[in-house]
């Protein structure tokens, strides 16, 4: 089953307002990468982040990675129609010497023109 | 190719049938990973490879359920007697990394398999 929770599940907004969804793992993550999946379509990847504190932008998108490198969060400023999707963080675990992506449930973000 | 390419797009299989779906990797991609995505869920691991060797296969549900990857290129993966569980979009996933995980992963459009 899933280990990587993420919340919340669904979050609507009005187009300008801000948006955050946040991922937890009850166990340390190597990295975490976030993924970003259209209606009908496939995740597409977004960004990795692999140090412990790490903060990254992306013009209207600030991902983040806690210091104890259990949690992450993404964050839309200003959010527009065209970032409806659902967001997905994936950590990587690893077991022995393989490592294996664990995708949290996703946010269902709708905007709101 | 340009990008992960899989078939068929959708599949509709009788309880009880066997299926195979197939996943072509961007050309060059060591690692090779297949998730199991349910409706409103995130992609559940099913199975990584690398190269030809499959390296974990933890994720697969049961023993009907089997991955190859012959030559390190294309890969299958079949259900044998599917039942009305399996139906889900089966997601196909690569990485230039020899390390699952290690690199970002180009999924393919997936397929998505109904069990009548």
């Known amino acids: 089953g899933q280990q990587v929770m993420q919340i919340p599940q669904y979050q609507h907004v009005q187009e300008g307002e801000d948006f955050t969804t946040y991922c937890n793992s009850s166990t340390t993550l190597s990295n975490i990468q976030w993924y970003k999946q259209r209606p009908g379509g496939h995740p597409v990847f977004l960004i990795q982040?692999?140090?412990?504190?790490e903060v990254k932008k992306q013009k209207r998108l600030t991902f983040q990675f806690g210091e104890a490198k259990k949690n992450s969060s993404l964050h839309i400023t200003a959010t527009q129609t065209t970032d409806v999707g659902t967001y997905f963080c994936a950590g990587l675990k690893w077991v022995g010497s393989q490592g294996n992506l664990i995708f949290g449930k996703g946010t269902k973000l709708s905007v709101k023109p | 190719g340009a990008g992960v390419s899989q078939s068929p797009r959708y599949k509709v299989a009788k309880r009880g049938q066997d299926v195979a779906l197939r996943c072509d990797p961007i050309s060059g991609h060591v690692s090779l990973f297949w998730y199991q995505q349910a409706l409103g869920q995130g992609p559940e691991f099913l199975t990584y490879?690398?190269?030809?060797?499959?390296?974990?296969k933890s994720g697969l549900p049961s023993d009907r359920f089997f991955a190859e990857r012959p030559e390190g290129s294309v890969s299958t993966l079949k259900i044998q007697r599917t039942q009305q569980e399996d139906s889900a979009v089966y997601l196909c996933?690569?990485?230039?990394?020899?390390?699952?995980?290690?690199?970002?992963?180009?999924f393919g459009n997936g397929t998505r398999l109904t069990v009548t």
């Open positions: 996933a690569s990485s230039s990394a020899r390390a699952g995980g290690n690199s970002p992963l180009h």
């Open positions: 490879f690398q190269n030809e060797a499959q390296l974990d």
């Open positions: 982040l692999v140090k412990s504190g």
